[in-house]
């Protein structure tokens, strides 16, 4: 089992920046794809990026060119450093564990607390 734990969110103004940190605990945590999601209310909970342990990536559509997603296998943290910030942008987000596979990401059951990112315009 592993254990996740958010940090970094915040108030920004539109166009700013905040970089996301997620730091897994687990005897297995570098042997496992690592993800980030965010929940607006009232909407569905929406993947952002997802890596693979070898570094494969995977972007949703509304962040591709401003959002960068990482992963520090020895120190099994994941980043989300989130630029250019809209918004939209505004959710809760999520570090999960899942698997990578043909080319894309699949959540398992296994959340972080969430950390709240507000951006206003």
């Known amino acids: 089992q592993v254990q996740l734990v958010e940090s970094g969110g915040g108030l920004v103004q539109a166009g700013g920046s905040l970089r996301l940190s997620c730091v897994a605990s687990?005897?297995?945590?570098?042997?496992?794809?690592m993800g980030w999601f965010r929940q607006a209310p009232g909407k569905q909970r929406e993947l952002v990026a997802g890596?693979?342990?070898?570094?494969?990536?995977e972007y949703a559509d509304s962040v591709k060119g401003r959002f960068t997603i990482s992963r520090d296998n020895v120190k099994n943290t994941v980043n989300l450093q989130m630029n250019s910030l809209k918004p939209e942008d505004t959710a809760v987000y999520y570090c999960?564990?899942?698997?990578?596979?043909?080319?894309?990401?699949?959540?398992?059951?296994?959340w972080g607390q969430g950390t709240q990112v507000t951006v206003s315009s």
């Open positions: 687990g005897s297995s945590s570098s042997s496992r794809a």
């Open positions: 999960n564990v899942g698997i990578y596979s043909s080319g894309s990401y699949h959540a398992l059951n296994y």
């Open positions: 890596i693979s342990v070898g570094g494969s990536i």
